[in-house]
Every structure is written in C-alpha cells, then in structure tokens.
T-cell receptor, first 116, second 111 residues
C-alpha cells in the first residue's frame, strides 16, 4: 500500500475565511494526487487532479479560483478553500497513486471542514 | 462522461450469509475496477480490485467478477461478519485513469 496523511483532520472556521488542507505522501514520491469531496451519506466526487510542477486539472463544475491547489513537491499537495461558506462544509479527502502505470489509489484520512 | 451505477443502495444480511453488490459502467475503454470499504468517518480502504484482462479475482471471503461484454462487475462477500458492516463503493478508471465512484452501498450484517 501507501501511507498518506492529511492535516488537519478537522477544522471549524467562520464564513468568509480561507482554509488550507495538506496532503502528504509519506513513503513515495507522487507526481499525481487527487482531491475528492464527500458530503454526508454520499459518494466521493473528484474535484481535481493535482500535478507536481504544473497546474491542477479541475473537474467540470469545480471553481478553480475557489479551490486552489498547489503541488509544489513530490510529497505534498495543498487544497485551499477560499472565502469558505457553509455549503463548503464537507469531508475532503486526497488520494495518491504510485504512477508508472499503477492505477491503485490510496486515500488520506480526510479532513472534515465545518464552516459556520 | 463516464458513469457508474451501483446497486443496491442498502443491503441487510444475516451473519454468515453472502452479500452481492453490483455496478455497471458506461465506458468500454475502462480497464481497472477497484472496490473500497469505508467505515463511518474514515477513509476509503481498498479491499479488492480487478483489471480487464481477468474475469474473476478472489481474496479469502471477498471476490470480484467482471463481465466486460455486459459492462458490469460485482463484489461478493461470503460468510459475512458484523465487522463487514460499512459502506462499499465501486469505481472505475474510465479511459482517463481518474476514478469515478458509484453511489455506494450501505451493508449491514446482523449478528
């Protein structure tokens, strides 16, 4: 498998503030990381693909200016929720795969965001 | 785009019985089909996966079957135990390598 960490595990913030979530690949270098959002009792929805050294690729309907993704190193990707609103409250999960043709994705523990 | 349909949405079985969850997909180029188990508030955990060059894969009490002609794949859990209770998600990689998830199945195993 792979060891993936996320920080913080949960965060509560006021409406209008920005929140940064970190995703780290602890045991291998990941050129690609994925960010998902999961609302209660729903499935995982892919938000964007984070590419090391280049711009992230966003899924249709996901605002790139609201969900800023930075993949500055091979072990770290960050997702910043800008000007958060209550409807952004959700479970945000990242995943990584080893690349080199391997499709298996390993998930981080997730970050629960609550916007008041 | 790629679409994955998962059924049933909920499944309740008695301990020891078998459970079957089915998924259908739309992209004929899909070649990788994982299944994840997610317990409440936790991360999805890969439990088994299958690639398009095989029709069945088994790992102890868990098996996955794939029918590429019909574009569906199924998860089979035998001799279910209470600790199997969780939400199960199927997924497929389409032709892009990005995972598209099914809607999820809440499995309840009654002691």
């Amino acid at each position: 498998g792979a060891v993936v960490s996320q920080h913080p595990s949960r965060v509560i913030c006021k409406s209008g503030t920005s929140v940064k979530i970190e995703c780290r690949s602890l045991d291998f270098q990941a050129t690609t990381m994925f960010w998902y959002r999961q609302f209660p009792k729903q499935s995982l929805m892919l938000m964007a693909t984070s590419n090391e050294g280049s711009k992230a690729t966003y899924e249709q309907g996901v605002e790139k200016d609201k969900f800023l993704i930075n993949h500055a190193s091979l072990t770290l990707s960050t997702l910043t929720v800008t000007s958060a609103h209550p409807e952004d409250s959700s479970f945000y999960i990242c995943s990584v795969n080893r690349g080199l043709g391997e499709e298996t994705q390993y998930f981080g523990p997730g970050t629960r965001l609550l916007v008041l | 785009g790629e679409n994955v349909e998962q059924h049933p949405s909920t499944l309740s079985v008695q301990e020891g019985d078998s459970a079957v969850i089915k998924c259908t997909y739309s992209d004929s180029a899909s070649n990788y089909f994982p299944w994840y188990k997610q317990e409440l508030g936790k991360r999805p955990q890969l439990i088994i996966d299958i690639r398009s060059n095989v029709g069945e894969k088994k790992d102890q009490r868990i098996a996955v079957t794939l029918n590429k002609t019909a574009k569906h794949f199924s998860l089979h859990i035998t001799e279910t135990q209470p600790e199997d209770s969780a939400v199960y998600f199927c997924a497929d990689s389409g032709n892009t390598g990005k995972l598209i998830f099914g809607q999820g199945t809440t499995l309840q195993v009654k002691p």
